[in-house]
């Protein structure tokens, strides 16, 4: 098999796995690429494209919540239309400022460094929060207040930061604003679409040409592949974790981002 096959589907895993655990999908497939020594620069656009076939994997576990609330907006039912204003509310942060910053936070996903502190703060926050936080009744999406929304789309802009997590950072955000588990989770999960989708967008219209000369070193084949089993991989993963935070909470979580974050900042000083 094509090196850069077994590639996509190393980073297909990584991306199913991590993207929707709070332990950073972006940091984890940015040490990835430092540690299996794949080039960072080929490698950068496949790692953001991929992302769509996590956001499928959304769009097949909740395709009945999906369909209720389009039938629900065709009707113009109150419920389905304050859906669609919080995730909208819950999105604007991160699309104003990631435009805003973009050439910035560019910058900081070359650094792996800074993932590994982003790793490790960002675990210490979960345990924090975890420790504090007092969980709400359980709700629907709709059912949220908008300045809940909004509050949630602004923890999102931390994600910016590599190994920070955009669903860490949200799940967080909305535990610490009193909104209950599983309804955290669910609204990480929808919030991940409008803003997957626009990164993706971005980053296809910035390397259009150099994608359909063949120049980026990774083409159709290898982005279909990565987009596949990245799929594959979070459906399963979105299946268990509503299952396991319900019962278990985010705490082994937090462990986990201290024990690699500081694994992978041994590693990177080492070598």
Known sequence: MDSTIVTAVLLGIVEGLTEFLPVSST??????TELFGYDAAQWAMFNVVIQLGAILAVVVQYWRTFWAVGMGLLRLEPLSLRFLRNLLAAFMPAAVIGLLLKHQIEGLLGS?????????VGGIGI???ERFAKGGEPTGIGQLPLRQAVGVGFVQCLAMIPGVSRSGATIMGALAMGIERRTAAEFSFFLAIPTMLGATTLELLDKRHE???GTLGVGWSEIAVGFFVSFVVALAVIRFFVAYVSRHGFTPFAWYRIVAGAAAMFWLLRA
């Open 27 to 32: 940091g984890h497939l940015i040490l990835a």
């Open 112 to 120: 792996p460094l800074v993932v590994c502190w982003a790793l490790i």
């Open 127 to 129: 345990l924090v929060v």
């Open 211 to 213: 994608l359909a000369a």
